[in-house]
Protein backbone atom coordinates (compact mmCIF):
# COMPACT_ATOMS: atom_id res chain seq x y z
CA UNK A 1 0.00 0.00 0.00
CA UNK A 2 1.01 3.80 -0.54
CA UNK A 3 0.46 6.91 1.20
CA UNK A 4 -0.52 10.30 -0.59
CA UNK A 5 3.44 10.86 -0.03
CA UNK A 6 4.57 7.64 -1.93
CA UNK A 7 5.88 5.08 -1.20
CA UNK A 8 9.34 3.53 -0.61
CA UNK A 9 10.79 0.04 -2.28
CA UNK A 10 14.03 -1.54 -1.59
CA UNK A 11 15.54 -3.40 -4.32
CA UNK A 12 19.11 -5.04 -4.44
CA UNK A 13 21.35 -4.12 -7.43
CA UNK A 14 22.49 -7.61 -8.88
CA UNK A 15 25.55 -7.56 -11.65
CA UNK A 16 23.08 -8.41 -14.35
CA UNK A 17 22.28 -5.02 -14.26
CA UNK A 18 24.45 -4.34 -16.41
CA UNK A 19 24.78 -0.53 -17.21
CA UNK A 20 21.31 -0.19 -15.75
CA UNK A 21 17.39 -0.90 -15.98
CA UNK A 22 14.16 0.76 -16.16
CA UNK A 23 11.85 0.50 -13.35
CA UNK A 24 8.03 0.52 -14.46
CA UNK A 25 5.39 0.91 -11.30
CA UNK A 26 2.18 0.17 -11.66
CA UNK A 27 -0.49 1.96 -9.30
CA UNK A 28 -3.91 1.32 -8.33
CA UNK A 29 -6.48 3.11 -6.44
CA UNK A 30 -10.11 2.44 -5.86
CA UNK A 31 -12.72 4.59 -7.51
CA UNK A 32 -13.33 8.12 -6.58
CA UNK A 33 -17.16 7.64 -6.56
CA UNK A 34 -20.02 4.95 -6.53
CA UNK A 35 -20.99 5.49 -9.94
CA UNK A 36 -17.39 5.08 -11.61
CA UNK A 37 -16.68 1.12 -12.84
CA UNK A 38 -13.42 0.06 -11.92
CA UNK A 39 -10.49 1.11 -9.95
CA UNK A 40 -7.80 4.11 -10.79
CA UNK A 41 -4.75 3.21 -12.34
CA UNK A 42 -1.51 4.96 -13.19
CA UNK A 43 2.01 3.63 -14.95
CA UNK A 44 5.28 5.52 -14.47
CA UNK A 45 8.44 4.06 -16.05
CA UNK A 46 12.07 5.87 -15.17
CA UNK A 47 15.53 4.76 -16.22
CA UNK A 48 17.95 4.13 -13.39
CA UNK A 49 21.36 4.02 -14.56
CA UNK A 50 24.78 2.59 -12.34
CA UNK A 51 27.72 4.75 -12.22
CA UNK A 52 30.06 4.30 -14.73
CA UNK A 53 33.03 5.34 -13.08
CA UNK A 54 34.48 2.06 -11.52
CA UNK A 55 34.54 0.72 -15.27
CA UNK A 56 35.82 3.78 -17.11
CA UNK A 57 39.33 4.78 -17.84
CA UNK A 58 40.87 8.28 -18.25
CA UNK A 59 42.32 9.06 -21.25
CA UNK A 60 44.83 12.56 -21.37
CA UNK A 61 46.29 13.34 -24.65
CA UNK A 62 49.05 15.32 -24.48
CA UNK A 63 49.09 16.82 -27.68
CA UNK A 64 50.61 20.54 -28.35
CA UNK A 65 48.24 23.19 -29.77
CA UNK A 66 49.77 23.84 -32.60
CA UNK A 67 52.17 20.96 -34.97
CA UNK A 68 54.46 22.14 -38.17
CA UNK A 69 53.82 19.60 -41.41
CA UNK A 70 56.00 17.48 -43.26
CA UNK A 71 57.09 15.22 -40.21
CA UNK A 72 56.88 12.70 -37.75
CA UNK A 73 55.29 13.43 -34.36
CA UNK A 74 55.02 11.46 -31.63
CA UNK A 75 51.87 11.96 -29.90
CA UNK A 76 52.00 11.24 -25.67
CA UNK A 77 49.34 9.50 -24.44
CA UNK A 78 48.32 8.78 -20.78
CA UNK A 79 45.92 6.35 -19.25
CA UNK A 80 45.25 6.46 -15.18
CA UNK A 81 42.18 4.21 -14.00
CA UNK A 82 44.32 1.06 -14.95
CA UNK A 83 44.89 -2.42 -13.04
CA UNK A 84 48.30 -3.50 -11.85
CA UNK A 85 48.85 -6.74 -14.17
CA UNK A 86 45.78 -6.20 -16.07
CA UNK A 87 46.39 -5.37 -20.09
CA UNK A 88 45.42 -2.46 -21.53
CA UNK A 89 45.11 -1.21 -24.93
CA UNK A 90 44.56 2.15 -27.02
CA UNK A 91 43.83 2.99 -30.19
CA UNK A 92 44.39 6.76 -31.85
CA UNK A 93 42.62 8.36 -35.07
CA UNK A 94 44.12 11.85 -36.09
CA UNK A 95 41.73 12.89 -39.44
CA UNK A 96 41.61 15.85 -41.14
CA UNK A 97 38.06 18.07 -39.31
CA UNK A 98 36.81 18.86 -43.01
CA UNK A 99 36.88 15.20 -43.50
CA UNK A 100 34.86 14.48 -40.19
CA UNK A 101 32.36 17.52 -41.18
CA UNK A 102 30.96 16.03 -44.47
CA UNK A 103 29.74 13.13 -42.66
CA UNK A 104 28.81 14.70 -39.25
CA UNK A 105 31.29 12.45 -37.73
CA UNK A 106 30.91 11.97 -33.77
CA UNK A 107 34.17 11.08 -32.21
CA UNK A 108 33.43 7.45 -31.34
CA UNK A 109 32.44 7.29 -27.17
CA UNK A 110 32.31 3.73 -25.78
CA UNK A 111 31.82 4.63 -22.22
CA UNK A 112 28.10 6.06 -23.75
CA UNK A 113 27.87 2.75 -25.88
CA UNK A 114 28.14 0.50 -23.45
CA UNK A 115 27.54 2.28 -20.02
CA UNK A 116 25.07 4.72 -21.57
CA UNK A 117 21.14 4.85 -21.48
CA UNK A 118 19.29 1.87 -23.32
CA UNK A 119 16.28 2.50 -25.00
CA UNK A 120 13.10 0.59 -23.21
CA UNK A 121 13.38 -2.51 -25.27
CA UNK A 122 8.94 -3.57 -24.38
CA UNK A 123 5.64 -2.63 -24.98
CA UNK A 124 2.88 -2.40 -23.03
CA UNK A 125 -0.04 -3.57 -23.72
CA UNK A 126 -3.87 -4.13 -21.63
CA UNK A 127 -7.51 -3.95 -22.06
CA UNK A 128 -7.90 -0.91 -18.82
CA UNK A 129 -8.01 1.67 -21.00
CA UNK A 130 -11.27 0.41 -22.31
CA UNK A 131 -12.26 -1.08 -18.98
CA UNK A 132 -12.00 2.23 -16.72
CA UNK A 133 -13.91 5.29 -17.23
CA UNK A 134 -11.16 8.25 -17.25
CA UNK A 135 -13.57 10.85 -19.27
CA UNK A 136 -10.27 12.51 -20.38
CA UNK A 137 -8.36 12.88 -23.28
CA UNK A 138 -5.42 10.47 -24.49
CA UNK A 139 -1.98 11.90 -23.49
CA UNK A 140 0.15 12.83 -26.68
CA UNK A 141 4.15 12.90 -26.51
CA UNK A 142 6.17 15.97 -27.19
CA UNK A 143 9.35 15.26 -28.25
CA UNK A 144 12.27 16.44 -30.00
CA UNK A 145 14.94 15.41 -32.72
CA UNK A 146 18.54 16.63 -34.37
CA UNK A 147 19.55 18.55 -30.86
CA UNK A 148 23.15 17.00 -30.68
CA UNK A 149 23.75 17.28 -34.49
CA UNK A 150 26.29 19.97 -35.35
CA UNK A 151 26.19 22.84 -37.95
CA UNK A 152 28.08 21.49 -41.15
CA UNK A 153 29.72 25.10 -41.71
CA UNK A 154 33.52 23.37 -43.88
CA UNK A 155 34.23 27.00 -44.91
CA UNK A 156 36.47 27.29 -42.54
CA UNK A 157 38.57 24.39 -43.39
CA UNK A 158 41.26 24.59 -45.98
CA UNK A 159 43.32 21.78 -46.78
CA UNK A 160 46.19 20.94 -49.27
CA UNK A 161 46.19 17.21 -48.50
CA UNK A 162 43.86 14.83 -46.63
CA UNK A 163 45.18 12.80 -43.39
CA UNK A 164 43.83 10.05 -41.77
CA UNK A 165 45.73 8.54 -39.90
CA UNK A 166 45.35 5.18 -37.49
CA UNK A 167 47.21 3.50 -34.90
CA UNK A 168 45.87 0.48 -34.66
CA UNK A 169 45.81 -1.34 -31.50
CA UNK A 170 48.84 -0.06 -29.22
CA UNK A 171 49.86 -1.97 -26.07
CA UNK A 172 50.02 0.48 -22.85
CA UNK A 173 53.18 0.33 -20.32
CA UNK A 174 52.87 -0.59 -16.78
CA UNK A 175 52.14 3.24 -16.06
CA UNK A 176 49.73 3.22 -18.61
CA UNK A 177 51.66 5.43 -21.17
CA UNK A 178 52.33 4.88 -24.63
CA UNK A 179 53.97 7.37 -27.16
CA UNK A 180 52.04 6.95 -31.28
CA UNK A 181 53.75 8.25 -34.07
CA UNK A 182 52.08 10.57 -36.32
CA UNK A 183 53.47 10.82 -39.82
CA UNK A 184 52.19 14.35 -40.68
CA UNK A 185 52.05 15.24 -44.70
CA UNK A 186 52.13 18.56 -46.60
CA UNK A 187 48.92 19.33 -44.77
CA UNK A 188 47.63 23.12 -43.30
CA UNK A 189 44.40 22.10 -41.04
CA UNK A 190 42.86 20.91 -38.19
CA UNK A 191 43.11 17.50 -36.67
CA UNK A 192 40.62 15.88 -34.70
CA UNK A 193 42.42 13.23 -32.47
CA UNK A 194 39.95 10.38 -31.16
CA UNK A 195 41.65 8.45 -28.92
CA UNK A 196 39.43 4.88 -27.20
CA UNK A 197 41.32 3.01 -24.69
CA UNK A 198 40.07 -0.78 -23.01
CA UNK A 199 40.86 -3.52 -20.38
CA UNK A 200 38.93 -6.33 -19.58
CA UNK A 201 36.55 -4.31 -17.26
CA UNK A 202 36.83 -0.88 -18.24
CA UNK A 203 36.56 1.40 -21.29
CA UNK A 204 37.60 5.28 -21.71
CA UNK A 205 37.60 7.82 -24.73
CA UNK A 206 39.61 11.25 -25.13
CA UNK A 207 39.32 14.17 -27.95
CA UNK A 208 41.97 16.74 -29.22
CA UNK A 209 42.18 19.29 -31.60
CA UNK A 210 45.58 20.74 -32.60
CA UNK A 211 46.61 22.80 -35.66
CA UNK A 212 48.81 22.11 -38.46
CA UNK A 213 50.19 24.11 -40.14
CA UNK A 214 53.67 26.13 -41.62
CA UNK A 215 54.62 29.55 -40.50
CA UNK A 216 53.69 30.58 -44.07
CA UNK A 217 51.20 29.35 -45.68
CA UNK A 218 50.47 29.43 -49.77
CA UNK A 219 48.00 27.61 -51.57
CA UNK A 220 47.10 27.78 -55.51
CA UNK A 221 43.50 27.37 -56.31
CA UNK A 222 43.58 25.53 -60.18
CA UNK A 223 40.77 24.32 -62.31
CA UNK A 224 39.74 21.10 -62.12
CA UNK A 225 40.75 20.07 -65.94
CA UNK A 226 41.32 22.51 -68.97
CA UNK A 227 40.68 21.88 -72.69
CA UNK A 228 43.34 22.69 -75.31
CA UNK A 229 43.71 26.00 -76.11
CA UNK A 230 41.62 26.92 -72.96
CA UNK A 231 42.46 29.55 -70.22
CA UNK A 232 41.71 30.14 -66.75
CA UNK A 233 42.35 32.46 -64.13
CA UNK A 234 44.30 31.00 -61.08
CA UNK A 235 45.07 32.65 -57.59
CA UNK A 236 48.24 32.37 -55.53
CA UNK A 237 46.99 33.01 -51.77
CA UNK A 238 49.85 33.61 -49.46
CA UNK A 239 48.70 34.07 -45.74
CA UNK A 240 51.26 34.91 -42.52
CA UNK A 241 50.79 33.34 -39.36
CA UNK A 242 54.29 33.07 -37.51
CA UNK A 243 56.41 33.05 -40.15
CA UNK A 244 59.77 35.55 -39.62
CA UNK A 245 60.18 39.08 -40.89
CA UNK A 246 61.21 39.59 -44.11
CA UNK A 247 60.71 39.44 -48.37
CA UNK A 248 59.59 36.16 -49.23
CA UNK A 249 59.67 35.45 -53.22
CA UNK A 250 56.98 33.45 -54.68
CA UNK A 251 57.28 32.17 -58.19
CA UNK A 252 54.82 29.49 -60.29
CA UNK A 253 56.06 26.96 -62.93
CA UNK A 254 54.48 24.68 -64.98
CA UNK A 255 55.17 22.16 -67.18
CA UNK A 256 53.76 18.89 -69.32
CA UNK A 257 50.13 19.82 -70.79
CA UNK A 258 49.86 23.50 -69.21
CA UNK A 259 51.76 26.60 -69.39
CA UNK A 260 51.21 29.76 -67.17
CA UNK A 261 51.38 33.55 -68.63
CA UNK A 262 54.77 34.89 -67.65
CA UNK A 263 56.07 36.45 -65.47
CA UNK A 264 54.62 34.59 -62.62
CA UNK A 265 56.26 35.73 -59.43
CA UNK A 266 56.02 38.33 -57.12
CA UNK A 267 57.11 39.16 -53.43
CA UNK A 268 55.21 39.42 -50.20
CA UNK A 269 56.58 40.95 -47.44
CA UNK A 270 56.22 40.27 -43.81
CA UNK A 271 56.47 43.22 -41.56
CA UNK A 272 55.75 41.72 -37.82
CA UNK A 273 55.80 37.75 -36.84
CA UNK A 274 52.78 38.29 -34.61
CA UNK A 275 50.63 39.93 -37.55
CA UNK A 276 48.95 37.78 -39.29
CA UNK A 277 48.51 39.27 -43.13
CA UNK A 278 47.90 37.66 -46.40
CA UNK A 279 48.40 38.54 -50.55
CA UNK A 280 46.73 37.65 -53.63
CA UNK A 281 47.48 37.36 -56.81
CA UNK A 282 46.31 36.27 -60.49
CA UNK A 283 47.69 34.63 -63.09
CA UNK A 284 46.70 32.61 -66.33
CA UNK A 285 47.03 28.99 -66.95
CA UNK A 286 46.79 28.09 -70.38
CA UNK A 287 46.03 24.55 -71.67
CA UNK A 288 48.09 23.14 -74.37
CA UNK A 289 47.73 19.65 -75.35
CA UNK A 290 45.48 16.58 -74.12
CA UNK A 291 47.67 14.70 -71.05
CA UNK A 292 48.29 16.00 -67.64
CA UNK A 293 49.96 19.44 -66.68
CA UNK A 294 51.68 19.95 -63.52
CA UNK A 295 52.08 23.47 -61.66
CA UNK A 296 54.21 24.37 -58.95
CA UNK A 297 55.19 26.84 -56.48
CA UNK A 298 58.67 27.72 -55.18
Known amino acids: SASAEGATVELPIPAEWGPGVYIAATAFRAA ?3 AQRGPGRAIGVAWVGLDPAPRTLTVTL ?10 TVELPVTVTGIEAGQATWLTVAAVDEGILQLTDFNT ?13 GMQLLDLYGKLIETGGQAGQFKVGGDADSRQLDGSGVRTVKTLALFSGPVALDASGQAKIPLALPDFNGQLRLMAVAWDRN ?19 YLPRFLAPEDESHITVT ?5 APPGAYSIRLSADGAVAVSEPAAFTFKVSDSAVQNHESRTFTLRGLRPGVGQVRLH
Open 238 to 242: VQNLN
Open 32 to 34: DRA
Open 108 to 120: PDPVHYFLGKRRL
Open 202 to 220: RLGRAEAAPLVRDPLVARV
Open 62 to 71: NAPSEWKPRQ
